[in-house]
T-cell receptor, first 110, second 117 residues
Framework: SQQGEEDPQALSIQEGENATMNCSYK?????LQWYRQNSGRGLVHLIL?????REKHSGRLRVTLDTSKKSSSLLITASRAADTASYFC??????????FGAGTTVTVRA | SAVISQKPSRDICQRGTSLTIQCQVD?????MFWYRQQPGQSLTLIAT?????????ESGFVIDKFPISRPNLTFSTLTVSNMSPEDSSIYLC??????????????FGPGTRLTVL
């Protein structure tokens, strides 16, 4: 499965600030999903955006998708210490395989 | 969403031995997958566990090294055979779940952290 790229690799912000991370991919996609992983544990599914959608919100999360640029972004608003985690994007290609980006490690300072 | 459990949650094994990891889902699902996450890395798909037939392996992964069973629609096992320290990773199972919106969401188990000495 072809991995995508994510940037930044790491992000350190103050509690209350917003965190933005970006993801790029190379193939055609069915949808793109964002996950959170705390300290090497299992992945928690955050949000899914379909290929025909441009923006989606869920609580403090906002995801955008630009299929012409093959990129997506995840915005976490009003960050909290509990948001400290690694965030991964994963795109579902037309062969129904999920390919993960390299991940962004977010540290929220109290 | 589906609730997925894995056993064991972690293990420390000697090189040359094998470990079987179990994945249990609380609902019947068609698609189950196994992933590997090497230290500090992202997830890589090992194989798709097919019910009633042989698993479909991704490039770089072979059945002799990672035999997979899928006896029914709620359970699968992954065996890591003849382990070496390079097999030290987190192994995760996932299932594809089609909710009300019929979207192909994948949910993951808590993972099995394997250390090979």
């Amino acid at each position: 499965s072809q991995q995508g790229e994510e940037d930044p690799q790491a992000l350190s912000i103050q509690e209350g600030e917003n965190a933005t991370m970006n993801c790029s991919y190379k193939t055609s996609i069915n949808n793109l999903q964002w996950y959170r992983q705390n300290s090497g544990r299992g992945l928690v599914h955050l949000i899914l955006i379909r290929s025909n959608e441009r923006e989606k919100h869920s609580g403090r999360l906002r995801v955008t998708l630009d299929t012409s640029k093959k990129s997506s972004s995840l915005l976490i608003t009003a960050s909290r210490a509990a948001d400290t985690a690694s965030y991964f994007c994963a795109h579902l290609s037309n062969d129904y395989k999920l390919s993960f980006g390299a991940g962004t490690t977010v540290t929220v300072r109290a | 969403s589906a609730v997925i459990s894995q056993k064991p949650s972690r293990d420390i094994c000697q090189r040359g031995t094998s470990l079987t990891i179990q994945c249990q889902v609380d609902s019947q699902v068609t698609m189950m997958f196994w992933y590997r996450q090497q230290p500090g890395q992202s997830l890589t798909l090992i194989a798709t566990a097919n019910q009633g037939s042989e698993a479909t392996y991704e490039s770089g992964f072979v059945i002799d090294k990672f035999p997979i069973s899928r006896p029914n629609l709620t359970f699968s096992t992954l065996t890591v055979s003849n382990m070496s320290p390079e097999d030290s990773s987190i192994y995760l199972c996932s299932v594809e779940w089609q909710g009300d919106n019929s979207t192909d969401t994948q949910y993951f188990g808590p993972g099995t952290r394997l250390t090979v000495l």
